[in-house]
């Protein structure tokens, strides 16, 4: 399971930290990664990162946001700055484990205010 956390409000340049907590040990995830859906928009994918730390971050985002992950606490992270009101959306976090099962999780509001 996922628990996303640290959504909220917040005014347009200000800054945000979302976790994801996995239930299990982190590192039998292959990949996690932070996506995003605004209101009648598609979900789309914001960051992800490897068991191997290879990252990659979306280029609506790049040079605001970044992934990374601390596996003794089983939790990835989302720091955004210089938010936008545009970054406005529920984010999820995915992780993918070995075999090639997908587990999402229960998504935190993030709003922008101009």
């Known amino acids: 399971q996922l628990q996303a956390s640290g959504g909220g409000l917040v005014q347009a340049g200000g800054s945000l930290r979302l976790s994801c907590a996995t239930s299990g040990n982190i590192l039998i995830m292959n990949y996690m990664g932070w996506y995003r859906q605004a209101p009648g928009k598609q979900r789309e994918s914001v960051a992800s990162?490897?068991?191997?730390?290879?990252?990659i971050v979306a280029d609506s985002v790049k040079g605001r946001f970044a992934i990374s992950r601390d596996n003794d606490k089983n939790t990835v992270y989302l720091q955004m700055n210089s938010l936008k009101p545009e970054d406005t959306a529920v984010y999820y976090c995915k992780a993918r484990s070995d075999n090639g099962w997908n587990y999402w999780g229960q998504g935190t509001q993030v709003t922008v205010s101009s």
């Open positions: 990162i490897t068991r191997s730390d290879m990252t």
